[in-house]
């Protein structure tokens, strides 16, 4: 259960690297695709600065999660993933409120699962 656990977190982290990398670094095209319909076309350009700051977000929260698996005391574990996962949720959960509900299923639905993987490890 412990490395399904872990797998989740991973997966997270992996996923907020990604955010990272499009956001900061893609925000004008593999950003388009993915926001499409939920902004102008128009606004990317000018937003681009935004983003990229959203994407330093998003890398705090990955290094925060890639940490967490590399304590090797259990107790540090599973609180620093804690957090970590705890801010991904409310990220998410508000993205999903302010933006699109398609960020709960994306962001915030992933964090739950894990955290909850690791609750009943």
Known sequence: MKLISDILIALVAVEHLYFLWMEMFAWETAGKKAFAGAMPADLFTPTKGLAANQGLY???????????????????HDRVATFFLGCVTVAGVYGAYSAS????????????????LLKLC
């Open 101 to 116: 509900k398609k960020i709960f299923f994306v962001q915030a639905l992933p964090a739950i699962l894990a955290f909850i």
């Open 58 to 76: 998003n890398g705090f929260l990955a290094a925060g999660l890639i940490w967490s698996l590399l304590i090797k005391d259990p107790v540090w």
